[in-house]
């Protein structure tokens, strides 16, 4: 590691943090924040200090009350600065230069795992070994809007500090491999650490969970909530059923060492689906006196109790929202017809509204917003509008709806679809449905294309254009279904071999800490800002598109026969369920960190706007 100015074994100012025999002699740290650098209450005085030992750094940061009486921190008081690379610019300095930063601060046991973007070790990581943090807050150049992450501010957990009084933090920064030798090498750096693990995070009711606690020693006590668990061949576990909905936090502590684990417990995935389809039915469809806006479902503000619209892109009448209008379309049809006449009803005038105002059925033109307005080119926008049109024929049985999802498909690679990276693009959600109804020349004519499509993405490989956002998981993700789709069409190995190495790209967003809003999580920062109410840039975990991840997954899994990738699939999956409350309301984003740029986070925003694709896919596999 080169740090500069610096001489083994002596203390460094650390401005660049290069580890040795990289190929690509990657900075991880950026250069507009100052690493280790402390801000805290006037009342009290900071000291950071860093020595480097090869490849690894050693940071000591010591907190001192002077005064002459005690003094209380919050858990914002104290903030440290840990300026990694984490943001977007073109594809090949992500692979080469960028990194995806999975933090968990978890009290006593807090760590840091960095994944350059591309895979290629070394990764950095980083172990606390004394003291204690309780979150993390971001603060990001607005400048750059959703292409950089920010710079992550560690919180030291709130002291009661006396007079006279210091603390002290430490970690050290090490490289690794990637994600399992990141885990192996935690206990070499911390001797108390405590790995932590369950087997679900997000939970339905009734169903057992086993949560698993293993210490790097040999531990006298062991306790979850305060009750003492007794230990197995070095594993402590506790095994409970889950019950009432909500967050449930695990406080664990072995001999003294305090962490948490932070479960989920969801409705039951078909009553969830129910009450979020009735409430879109009651209270985000239009009908007031903007005929053009007739049966829209619309954004919701959930603090005003009232549908939202506006030209803006993200909050009109298009869109993702056509996600309530699928999900819909999917919930009735797995139910009989005369128990949901009220839902039937709302979809009906919604397909109309749909046919009316966002896609011409005979030309296969799909619109960016209400009044066939084109005016914003989107190409995003077809694949959305073709999927509704297939899940209007499960329902309705209708060649109609097959004949004008397949007129939208061949508009979208008309359009320059080929060279596109769509979301959630229905291959073989139609070419099944097609299939069945018997309808082999429009098969055979969209094969060519996904095929023509499938092997673009293969010449590109990694090389990525940039989009709405430079780099992001919903372009890795998109890249990683086609090919499989087209794999599961032809059977032809090269579009698997191609989807593996899109796999190996997209895994490296998702994190792995003992929390169900990060568990499987796709690393996502700027969708508060652009479909919520408080517009925030910042984390949201979950976000809604993390759950693409997890499609890719499942049909990886099932392609391949690969049982860990279903799995993974299904946390996936379950990770933005969350996002749907318990009475039919939702939410479009969580703001995780303490704060943004100063602002409180740590809440769900009150905008429900595009979230009902996440639910969407979690019912459809039900």
Known sequence: MHCIAAKQGRMVKVKELIFSNDPYGMNWLREDFAYGEVKCPKELRSLATSRREGDKIYTKVTISNPGRKPYFTDKTSVSIAFPLVDKYESSKICMEQRCHTHIFCGGDISYICALRMGG???????????????????????????????????HPSPMEMKAGESVTLEWVIFRHEGKEDFFRK????????VAVQADRYVLFPGEKNVLRICPAFSAGRVTVDGRK???????????YTAQETGEKVFEIQADGVRTWCRTY??????????????????????HGGIRE??????????????????????????????????????YLSCRSEKENAFLRKSLDAYREYVLRELVDSDTGKAYNDMGRDDSYKRLYNAPWAATFFTEQYRLRKDEGDLLCACRIVKRFYEEGG?????????????????????METEREELCILYREHADRLCERDICYP???VNYEQSIVAPAADILLSVYALTKEEKYLTAAKRQIQVLELFNGMQPDYHLYEAAIRHWDGYWFGKRRYFGDTFPHYWSALTGNVFELYGRLTGNSDYLER?????????????????????????????????????PYANDQDWGLYFYFKGI
């Open 120 to 154: 290629q070790a070394p990764h950095l990581g980083m172990v606390l070994t004394e003291g204690s943090l309780s979150g993390y807050s971001i603060e990001r150049n607005l400048v750059s809007q959703s292409n950089d992450r920010g710079c992550f501010l560690l």
């Open 186 to 193: 935690l206990p070499q750096y911390c001797p108390h650490f």
């Open 229 to 239: 668990l007794s230990e197995v061949n070095g594993e402590y576990r506790l095994e």
């Open 265 to 286: 417990v969801q409705e039951e995935p078909g009553e969830l689906a129910k009450k979020r389809c009735m409430f879109l039915a009651a209270h985000q469809q239009y």
């Open 293 to 330: 806006l007739e049966g829209a479902y619309l954004a919701y503000d959930n603090e005003e109790e009232r549908c939202i619209y506006r030209p803006e892109n993200d909050y009109n009448g298009g869109r993702e929202r056509i996600g309530m209008g699928v999900l819909l379309t999917r």
């Open 418 to 438: 080929k060279d596109f990276y769509p979301i959630d693009l229905p291959v073989l959600l139609l070419d099944g449905e097609l299939a069945r109804a018997g």
């Open 466 to 468: 940039a989009s709405e």
């Open 569 to 605: 699939a299904e946390n996936s999956r379950r990770a933005v369920l969350p996002m749907i409350f318990a009475d039919g309301r939702a939410s479009c984003a969580y703001i995780y960190p303490f704060k943004v740029n100063g602002r409180e986070g740590e809440f769900y925003d």
